[in-house]
């Protein structure tokens, strides 16, 4: 019998199926692989084992016994952890600091035992020590120390706990090899005392490396378990995939023209490593790859909002360095941002200065001076444009469902007039109709000209709206896909950096 077992597990956020009915088997002493494209699910049905995620549906048996995880008590209970991509780390405490938080185990007499814990962390620390050739000081603040380190920082969290299921969820993306090598020779040392972990990861290489067999994903459903030392990585993309399918997609609306808008050359920065292309008038340029390998960072390089650190950037022919996000802005760029509520909107004010905020300045009446009447007018506008369902104008954003504050961000931006719009995973928790309602406005803004750079976690939106598809692999760009590679079977290898498929 499995050690645990997790079965007809559902989960739906909004209108989006993230899990439907999948299940997941695995035994003790193993490095179990789960696998699957972006949006298959792995990263959901992983947060429901801990606790973070409540399913809809979904049975879970650990040791033959049904369970209910519900949060941090119950996973220590069942001495569950999670490495995850996303640092859960408090920047200004020490890294010993970070790793007591919130774990703070009682003695026999009911008093909080810090040097007992203290103990295990510093037995931890000391395998990676042994496998790294160096320590890394656990008093220091953990802001003070190397994206790798604050990765370790938070593998030893969850290894001080001396976990029996243990998830890593993307864990070693910003991991050296050096790195990777010692988290592995402490996996293996775990997994041989009798844990189960599991190992979520884009990297084909370290998933045959590490793992004895692997379970992939797809839409939410489990396709199938498979012995990895008789699968191909082909095999495993054919699974994620659908085997021997070619994804059909809808022919891009409208050539893009000749004339080049945008040229980036050798671009570097935060996660980015030589990044050049050109975009054209009226084309829509895809991100794809898998998510965090430096989509994000792209765009908001592109915008000013983080810095390079070389390169060189022209829009219309002319060199440009951007230092604000306004200097992009009076290039003609705009982004459309991946979190909504914290970077693209003022949930608490109104609806009308959301609208109209980024392009003031074109219906000013000399310095300071505004027209309420134009501004109401702009937004009115923007309000018919887009289909936004509102109440009134007055009305604080917050009040208006996931998909109208998307539209709101997008058509601040449109009162602005821009040349080229950077949208980092518009439709991101939005309804279908929404959705739909977007697709449509970028196919008719690149109609008028306009160019879009497009980042998207769905494979099918990206092949259904892009003229090129840019992959990304940590921070570089690993292909270009275009006419009939546009594809999901290229996409999702490409991703994966596997070979072309036959």
Not at 5 to 10: A, C, E, P
Not at 205 to 212: I, K, P, T
Not at 275 to 280: A, K, P
Request: aromatic content about 4%.
């Amino acid at each position: 019998m499995p050690y645990l077992t997790m079965s007809g597990v559902r989960k739906r956020f909004g209108g989006v199926v993230a899990l439907d009915g999948a299940s997941f088997a695995a035994e003790r002493g193993e490095v179990h692989a789960l696998l699957g494209a972006n949006g298959s699910g792995k990263s959901t049905l992983s947060k429901v084992l801990t606790g973070v995620v409540a399913p809809d549906e979904g049975r879970i048996e650990i040791d033959g016994q049904e369970v209910r995880i519900r949060g941090p008590q119950d996973t220590r209970k069942y001495r569950i952890a999670a490495v995850y991509q996303e640092l859960s780390l408090i920047p200004q405490l020490t890294g010993m600091e970070n790793i007591l938080l919130a774990y703070e185990p009682a003695n026999s007499l009911g008093f909080i035992d810090r040097k007992g814990l203290e103990r295990a962390v510093l037995e931890v620390a000391a395998r990676f020590e042994q496998a790294l050739g160096r320590r890394i000081d656990l008093h220091r603040p953990v802001e003070t120390l190397s994206p790798g380190d604050q990765q370790l920082i938070e593998a030893y969290k969850a290894l001080a706990r001396q976990p029996e299921i243990l998830i890593l969820d993307e864990a070693t993306a910003s991991l050296r090899q050096a790195e990777v090598e010692a988290l592995f020779q402490v996996v293996r040392e775990l997994r041989d005392k009798g844990a189960l972990i599991i190992f979520i990861s884009h990297r084909f290489q370290e998933v045959f490396a590490l793992c004895d067999r692997a379970t992939v994903l797809r839409n939410g459903q489990t396709v199938g378990t498979v012995d990895l030392a008789g699968v191909t990585e082909k095999d495993l993309v054919d699974m994620m995939v659908g085997r021997g399918a070619v994804s059909e997609v809808r022919e891009a609306p409208t050539p893009p023209r000749d004339d080049v808008v945008l040229r980036v050359r050798g671009l570097c920065g935060p996660r980015l490593q030589g990044v050049s292309f050109e975009l054209r008038a009226g084309e829509v340029l895809g991100l794809g790859g898998l998510q965090g390998q430096g989509q994000s960072e792209l765009l908001r390089v592109l915008f000013g909002a983080e810095q390079a650190s070389a390169g060189e950037i022209e829009v219309a022919g002319r060199r440009v360095v951007f230092r604000h996000p306004r200097d992009a802005v009076r290039h003609g760029l705009a982004l459309v941002p991946g979190n909504r509520a914290r970077e693209g909107l003022m949930l608490g004010r109104p609806i009308l200065e959301n609208l109209t905020i980024a392009s003031m300045h074109r219906r000013r009446r000399g310095p300071g001076f505004l027209s309420a009447r134009r501004e109401k007018e702009a937004a009115d506008g923007a309000v018919r444009s887009l289909g936004i369902k509102i109440g009134h104008l007055s009305g604080p954003a917050s009040t208006l469902s996931g998909g109208n504050q998307q539209k709101i961000v997008v058509g601040k931006w449109l009162l602005n007039k821009p040349r080229i719009i950077l949208m980092d995973d518009p439709t991101k928790g939005v309804d279908v109709g929404a959705k739909a309602e977007l697709y449509r406005f970028i196919r008719e803004l690149t109609q008028e000209g306009v160019s879009v750079i497009l980042n998207s976690s769905e494979n099918m939106e990206l092949l259904g709206l892009s003229h090129r598809v840019l992959v990304m692999y940590e921070g570089a760009i690993a292909d270009v896909l275009e006419g009939d590679d546009l594809n999901e079977n290229r996409l999702v290898a490409a991703a994966m950096r596997v070979g072309r498929p036959a």
